[in-house]
């Protein structure tokens, strides 16, 4: 069984930084896609970036430059660094892995999602 919990949201300042994890159970996530999405106050989930197991990343126009994703594969761990925070940062955010091992479709597709972490971002 897949489980990811995520941590690391909290309340951060404009400029500031703050970086989320996703712990992952019940595989290795070194193998498969590895995503975080986000979802703000009466918005719908976007996309904010992506690893996958080729350590190729991908990442969303309004966080590039900003936002880095990278893993631990001794803690089967993934990470997103966040940087230069604004107030459009705030959002739950989730972190969700992909289906199958090696996988390179195209879209992006994942399978399984945390609970998600909450981020506030004050001006």
């Known amino acids: 069984q897949v489980q990811l919990v995520e941590s690391g949201g909290g309340l951060g300042q404009a400029g500031g930084s703050l970086r989320l994890s996703c712990a992952a159970s019940?595989?290795?996530?070194?193998?498969?896609?590895m995503g975080w999405f986000r979802q703000a106050p009466e918005k719908e989930r976007e996309f904010v970036a992506a690893?996958?197991?080729?350590?190729?990343?991908y990442y969303a126009d309004s966080v590039k430059g900003r936002f880095t994703i990278f893993r631990d594969n001794a803690k089967n761990t993934v990470y997103l660094q966040m940087n230069s925070l604004t107030p459009e940062d705030t959002a739950d955010y989730y972190c969700?892995?992909?289906?199958?091992?090696?996988?390179?479709?195209?879209?992006?597709?994942?399978?399984?999602w945390g609970q998600g972490t909450q981020v506030t971002v004050s001006s």
């Open positions: 690893i996958n197991w080729d350590a190729a990343t």
């Open positions: 019940g595989r290795t996530l070194s193998r498969y896609l």
């Open positions: 969700a892995s992909g289906a199958t091992m090696f996988s390179t479709s195209s879209p992006l597709r994942f399978a399984y």
